[in-house]
């Protein structure tokens, strides 16, 4: 967040609106889904050269054609955890071919093929922003309205690492709002919004723990206290409609691929208040 400042103004509109807003009116902070028993994480792997390749259909625009026709290195259990859900979203970074794949409404068709409604490649060489971006440095790059993938993804090794160091997950996160404003259009990182929306703020307006709220005095859990300092170093943009409350994605578990054994869970952000969170200035 360095060289960025908070607006007082969008900050108390926000804050109004968190505590007034029907569908967030019972959740005072961030909750965190795809843990335990909830469905509606993000499916994640890492995957090497060693890995098999997948292929997508559907959704798969020109840009991103080569995950329809080479494809892209995953485990074979990356089926065993797509969700199912309306969104059903998957992230799988690729370090045999250098790029982070995005899928949304992702559903297993065949052996190693996922239909898609929408498919997003970054390229690891770049600095992840979409092509149409102006700070983008690969024109390669695509994810649907400009969402970080990387973003949409609270990773089980990085919340690990940071209770074992006592830090953060090291970078932003992407923030599903109970509802945006359309009218508020969007800004960096986004290039585009959803539209028929009237709650709050533009997609791609980040948001922040105010630096002066001592984290340690909330009663986190230690992998709580890692998301949490993320989003007071980091912060989180705007980059989706929840229809329903706030959250944050994470690495989705299932019984059979149990990432999480409770040290995360749905309300591990309770002890924040969305008080807390001050809106910053745009760039």
């Known amino acids: 967040m360095a060289g960025l400042s908070a607006d007082p103004a969008r900050t108390a509109a926000f804050r109004t609106f968190m505590a007034t807003f029907p569908d967030q009116r019972s959740y005072a902070y961030p909750r965190i889904s795809g843990t335990g028993a909830n469905r509606w994480g993000t499916a994640y792997a890492m995957s090497t050269a060693a890995d098999p390749l997948w ?11 080569s995950l329809a026709t080479v494809g892209f290195h995953a485990p074979d259990w990356l089926g065993s955890v797509l969700t199912g859900t309306t969104d059903s979203p998957f992230c799988v970074v690729d370090l045999g071919s250098g790029i982070t794949v995005f899928g949304t409404k992702a559903s297993v068709v065949a052996p190693r093929t996922i239909s898609v409604q929408s498919a997003g490649v970054t390229y690891h060489s770049s600095n992840g922003l979409h092509r149409k971006d102006p700070l983008s440095n ?19 090794d990085l919340v690990d690492y940071g209770i074992a160091h006592g830090t953060d997950l090291g970078h932003v996160l992407h923030l599903f709002l109970a509802e945006t404003s359309s009218s508020d259009g969007y800004r960096h990182p986004m290039v585009a919004c959803e539209g028929g929306k009237n709650g709050f703020g533009a997609e791609g307006e980040r948001l922040a723990i105010d630096p002066a709220v001592d984290l340690t005095s909330r009663g986190l859990s230690p992998a709580g206290l890692v998301v949490a300092r993320t989003l007071q170093r980091y912060g989180c943009y705007i980059g989706d409609n929840a229809g329903r409350e706030s959250m944050l994605k994470a690495e ?12 995360l869970c749905q309300d ?6 969305w008080d807390d969170f001050l809106v910053l200035r745009a760039t």
């Open 252 to 263: 989705q578990e299932t019984p059979a691929h149990p990432v999480w054994n409770g040290r």
């Open 138 to 156: 690969d024109t390669r790059n695509f994810t649907s309205r400009g969402r970080i993938s990387e973003a949409m993804v609270i990773r089980s």
């Open 55 to 65: 292929k997508l259909t559907g959704g798969v625009t020109s840009i991103c054609s």
């Open 268 to 273: 591990s952000l309770a002890g924040l208040r």
